[in-house]
């Protein structure tokens, strides 16, 4: 059973533009909250994290935001660049621990 | 500062086989976790050790094992290989409390014929 779940396989985006990677989960024990940038051939790198008392977390041009009576998250890269270009995961844990959730990943394309 | 490193970086073994893979954490970071990435099931949680010790499991049968040396280095076991081992096997490190980011390695290809 997917507790962590990314709807669109992917996405793509004009150069300059906002992407918007968007992620759901089931689990309402989970209470921290991560997104990885995969590129082919390499592990995931971690980006950006928030825990479960924030709705919003900023680190440069990548922003994340919890909605947990939703239970959604969503990543937001703004302004998007070509290097963006990578599969983009959400993932979660419960409390307490170090093991993830991942989502199935969602493919962002940046057009120049 | 050194990232996670994973070796070998590829590996092609046939049914029956066991394989031995290794990681080394971050310096200072005492968690290690272990990921199986496959195309059907995504990233799974395979189990985490922290201080030489397993602390975390995920659902994956016993012929999945791994360990802990007290330099933080860890190296997953899998024995009687089976086709469906076939996948990217994922090490992460962390500090090892709650709250703090995984960081990845490169992972091991293991190909099971």
């Known amino acids: 059973d997917q507790q962590v779940k990314q709807n669109s396989p992917s996405l793509s985006v004009q150069e300059g533009r906002i992407s918007i990677l968007n992620c759901d989960y089931t689990n309402s024990m989970f209470d921290y909250f991560l997104w990885y940038k995969k590129y082919p051939a390499e592990g995931p790198t971690f980006l950006i994290s928030?825990?479960?008392?924030?709705d919003k977390n900023e680190d440069g041009r990548f922003t994340v935001f919890l909605n947990k009576s939703a239970k959604h998250l969503s990543l937001h890269i703004v302004p998007s660049q070509p290097g963006d270009s990578a599969v983009y995961f959400c993932?979660?844990?419960?409390?307490?621990?170090?093991?993830?959730?991942f989502g199935t990943g969602t493919r962002l394309t940046v057009i120049p | 500062k050194a990232g996670v490193t994973q070796t070998p970086r590829y590996l092609i073994k046939t049914r029956g086989q066991q394989v031995t893979l290794s990681c080394s954490p971050i310096?200072?970071?005492?968690?290690v976790s272990w990921y199986q990435q496959t195309p059907g099931q995504g990233l799974q949680f395979l189990f985490e050790y922290f201080s030489e010790t397993q602390r975390n499991k995920g659902n994956f049968p016993g012929r999945f094992s791994g360990r802990q040396f007290s330099n933080s280095r860890s190296e997953m076991n899998v024995s009687t290989l089976e086709l469906g081992d076939s996948a990217l096997y994922l090490c992460?490190?962390?500090?090892?409390?709650?709250?703090?980011?995984?960081?990845f390695g490169n992972g091991t290809r293991l190909t099971v014929t």
């Open positions: 992460a490190s962390s500090r090892g409390d709650a709250n703090s980011p995984l960081h």
């Open positions: 928030i825990s479960s008392i924030k």
């Open positions: 993932a979660a844990s419960p409390p307490g621990a170090n093991n993830l959730f």
């Open positions: 310096s200072g970071h005492r968690s």
